[in-house]
């Protein structure tokens, strides 16, 4: 698929003299993956130019021989352009020091037949907070690779963070695999790669073995006082002099994430890819205490210490499977900082999130991937039964990766440079308007030819708008109209209202007159290897009420004017 060009640098070493070869410099066509940032946005660049990851995530159990060709259809079928595949640290180093690349391998080689890129999952210390991942050897020697203890002196289902050998063991293996992606993948099929998976413990809020209790009375470190805003505390103030409530969570969430660095670390010195954490989420809008969800993890309350103690982490990212909207939206913007990039790794595949892609896209997402979307775990379809069925779980994340696959690098590309916006509809809320310089995108769901948007029967618009250029925009969308008004006063920006003014034309009152919106061009097109095809322009029924936005995928470029 890709050639490997070797360029043999020549030198000259003075006149008279034999040329001399300089070790022939190897140089791949690819540079590796990396994340930029301008102005607080990132992208992530592939081949040199911002890419969006179009995910999918297969089932815990899915990367062996035997259940992969369970997962390329479904990848297919959901036009993904990106798998996100664990790597098992019990199958990577079977006995210790030896280590197993047969199924890394394996992976590799059946992306590239699909050409699809991948983002491996590094589950080694933590999976869902516990050890099950570790390999039998250390299993088999819990003094060692020993567990976090809860107040009540039990040894609980999690890795302690205070375990040096586990530490040192998972550096190893993960420096292992690092060092074989840096041999094996001039390719960049890997993207990038999760250290870890959804780091911390449940059930107990922080280790209480001796040891950890003897840091805990000790001085806060200086780096998480200034990470959390506390520099005025008094010198040598322990965990909960400064932090109070939240001390034992901080002090767990300091401990993981030192771990997780020096882990990430001797990967990254192996082959920098980019590498991130996914996190367990808390409630975003309620605060827990006591604490119900995973601590020690990247959760939205730590994040500053995570920064802080693992710089070789690139990014925190939610795996958001929070149902209620508001929740929802909260974590992509807490996720979304200007010291993080917004990248959505885990998330539910359903009919009502998948417009959520859109609100990711909004803040910039380099990527989103809902959770388990091969086929091992669908019942097989029955003789008579519709085949679709089998593809329900699939279908809402289908529809969305099949609009935006085609065109992902201009969406990638236009969202690096500030110009794009887009939103999902929200309960309550039928029209949405977003804003760019001298016009007004407004958004309306659930809107017939005519009369006042009601939103949809469940909430499922969603619509993405870009400027193109002056008066030039590029629309797409489910589910929803959009149209243009032209800025006005403040109050008219936020108004709910599409069409203000005399006539049945979004309007706006400026300098004291009636400025209209008309459309100059509206053309439907579709994307061919990233470039824009014209396809017809539509005028009269299509585009007299606004831009209508069906369940099909579409695409338009518009030209606006005013009268
Ligand atoms: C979040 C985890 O990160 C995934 O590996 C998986 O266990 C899902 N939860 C739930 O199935």
Same mark, same amino acid.
């Given at each position: 698929?890709?050639?490997?060009?070797?360029?043999?640098?020549?030198?000259? +070493?003075?006149?008279?003299?034999?040329?001399?070869?300089?070790?022939?410099?190897?140089?791949?066509?690819?540079?590796?993956?990396?994340?930029?940032?301008?102005?607080?946005?990132? $992208?992530?660049?592939?081949?040199?130019?911002?890419?969006?990851?179009l995910g999918a995530q297969s089932n815990n159990s899915s990367d062996w021989?035997a259940t992969l060709p369970e997962v390329w259809p479904a990848i297919e079928y959901l036009h993904a352009n990106t798998l996100e595949t664990p790597? #098992?640290?019990?199958?990577?180093?079977?006995?210790?020091?030896?280590?197993?690349?047969?199924?890394?391998?394996?992976?590799?080689?059946q992306? *590239?037949?699909h050409h699809v890129?991948?983002?491996?999952?590094?589950?080694?210390?933590?999976?869902?907070?516990?050890? /099950? #991942?570790?390999?039998?050897?250390?299993?088999?020697?819990?003094?060692?690779?020993?567990?976090?203890?809860?107040?009540?002196?039990?040894?609980?289902?999690?890795?302690?963070?205070?375990?040096?050998?586990?530490?040192?063991?998972?550096?190893?293996?993960?420096?292992?695999?690092?060092?074989?992606?840096?041999?094996?993948? +001039?390719?960049?099929?890997?993207?990038?790669?999760?250290?870890?998976?959804?780091?911390?413990?449940?059930?107990?809020?922080?280790?209480?073995?001796?040891?950890?209790?003897?840091?805990?009375?000790?001085?806060?470190?200086?780096?998480?006082?200034?990470?959390?805003?506390?520099?005025? $505390?008094?010198?040598?103030?322990?965990?909960?002099?400064?932090?109070?409530?939240?001390?034992?969570?901080?002090? /767990?969430?300091?401990?993981? +994430?030192?771990?997780?660095?020096?882990?990430?670390?001797?990967?990254?010195?192996?082959?920098?890819?980019?590498?991130?954490?996914?996190? $367990?989420?808390?409630?975003?809008?309620?605060?827990?205490?006591?604490?119900? #969800?995973? +601590?020690?993890?990247?959760?939205?309350?730590?994040?500053?210490?995570?920064?802080?103690?693992?710089?070789?982490?690139?990014?925190?990212?939610?795996d958001i499977y929070l149902a209620g909207t508001?929740?929802y939206?909260?974590?992509?913007?807490?996720? /979304?900082?200007?010291?993080?990039?917004?990248?959505v790794p885990e998330t539910s595949g359903s009919v009502r999130s998948a417009r959520f892609f859109f609100?990711a896209?909004?803040?910039?997402?380099?990527?989103y991937s809902p959770f388990g979307l091969d086929y091992t775990r669908v019942p097989p379809v029955m003789p008579g039964e519709v085949e679709a069925s089998k593809n329900a779980f699939l279908d809402p994340t289908a529809q969305n990766y099949e609009l935006i696959g085609p065109?992902?690098?201009?969406?990638?590309?236009?969202? #690096?440079?500030?110009?794009?916006?887009?939103?999902s509809e929200?309960e309550?809320?039928?029209?949405?308007?977003?804003?760019?310089?001298?016009?007004?995108?407004?958004?309306?769901h659930g809107?017939?030819?005519?009369?006042?948007?009601?939103g949809n029967p469940e909430p499922i618009g969603r619509?993405?708008?870009?400027?193109?250029?002056?008066?030039?925009?590029?629309?797409t969308g489910f589910f929803c109209?959009?149209?243009? *008004?032209?800025?006005?006063?403040?109050?008219?920006?936020?108004?709910?209202?599409?069409?203000?003014?005399?006539?049945?034309?979004?309007?706006?009152?400026?300098?004291?007159?009636?400025?209209? *919106?008309?459309?100059?061009?509206?053309?439907?097109?579709?994307?061919?290897?990233?470039?824009?095809?014209?396809?017809?322009?539509?005028?009269?029924?299509?585009?007299?009420?606004?831009?209508?936005f069906t369940s099909q995928p579409e695409?338009? *470029?518009?030209?606006?004017?005013?009268?």
């Amino acid at each position: 698929m890709k050639v490997l060009l070797i360029i043999a640098v020549l030198l000259a +070493s003075g006149a008279g003299m034999a040329l001399q070869t300089a070790a022939p410099a190897p140089m791949t066509e690819y540079p590796i993956p990396r994340l930029v940032q301008q102005d607080g946005r990132y $992208a992530l660049l592939v081949d040199g130019a911002p890419y969006l990851m179009l995910g999918a995530q297969s089932n815990n159990s899915s990367d062996w021989p035997a259940t992969l060709p369970e997962v390329w259809p479904a990848i297919e079928y959901l036009h993904a352009n990106t798998l996100e595949t664990p790597i #098992y640290w019990e199958q990577f180093e079977p006995k210790e020091g030896q280590f197993d690349y047969s199924e890394v391998d394996t992976v590799l080689a059946q992306a *590239r037949a699909h050409h699809v890129h991948l983002v491996l999952l590094w589950f080694g210390t933590w999976k869902n907070g516990s050890q /099950h #991942y570790m390999p039998e050897w250390m299993k088999l020697d819990p003094q060692r690779y020993f567990h976090v203890m809860n107040k009540e002196g039990e040894y609980v289902d999690s890795p302690s963070p205070f375990a040096t050998a586990s530490r040192e063991a998972d550096k190893r293996a993960f420096a292992a695999l690092m060092q074989h992606l840096k041999e094996a993948d +001039s390719e960049r099929t890997v993207l990038m790669v999760q250290v870890e998976n959804e780091t911390g413990t449940w059930g107990t809020v922080r280790d209480y073995s001796p040891e950890a209790n003897k840091l805990f009375e000790g001085p806060v470190p200086a780096e998480v006082l200034k990470a959390m805003g506390k520099t005025s $505390a008094t010198a040598g103030a322990n965990w909960e002099q400064v932090f109070g409530p939240e001390a034992e969570v901080y002090f /767990h969430a300091w401990a993981v +994430s030192r771990y997780v660095e020096q882990v990430a670390a001797s990967g990254k010195a192996a082959y920098p890819l980019p590498l991130y954490c996914n996190a $367990a989420l808390r409630d975003p809008l309620k605060p827990e205490t006591p604490v119900t #969800y995973e +601590s020690g993890g990247p959760t939205d309350n730590v994040i500053p210490i995570w920064k802080a103690e693992a710089p070789a982490i690139d990014l925190l990212a939610p795996d958001i499977y929070l149902a209620g909207t508001a929740q929802y939206l909260k974590v992509l913007e807490l996720y /979304h900082r200007p010291n993080n990039a917004l990248f959505v790794p885990e998330t539910s595949g359903s009919v009502r999130s998948a417009r959520f892609f859109f609100s990711a896209l909004g803040l910039q997402a380099i990527g989103y991937s809902p959770f388990g979307l091969d086929y091992t775990r669908v019942p097989p379809v029955m003789p008579g039964e519709v085949e679709a069925s089998k593809n329900a779980f699939l279908d809402p994340t289908a529809q969305n990766y099949e609009l935006i696959g085609p065109m992902m690098r201009e969406v990638a590309r236009l969202n #690096y440079e500030g110009k794009l916006q887009a939103t999902s509809e929200m309960e309550d809320e039928p029209i949405q308007t977003l804003h760019f310089g001298g016009w007004d995108a407004v958004v309306s769901h659930g809107v017939g030819r005519k009369g006042p948007a009601k939103g949809n029967p469940e909430p499922i618009g969603r619509a993405l708008v870009a400027e193109l250029g002056e008066n030039r925009f590029l629309v797409t969308g489910f589910f929803c109209h959009v149209d243009f *008004r032209p800025a006005g006063t403040a109050q008219q920006r936020e108004s709910g209202q599409i069409v203000v003014g005399t006539g049945q034309i979004p309007s706006a009152e400026i300098d004291g007159r009636w400025v209209h *919106r008309q459309f100059l061009r509206v053309e439907e097109g579709e994307y061919e290897d990233g470039a824009f095809k014209f396809l017809r322009i539509l005028n009269g029924d299509q585009t007299d009420y606004g831009l209508p936005f069906t369940s099909q995928p579409e695409v338009l *470029r518009v030209s606006l004017a005013t009268y």
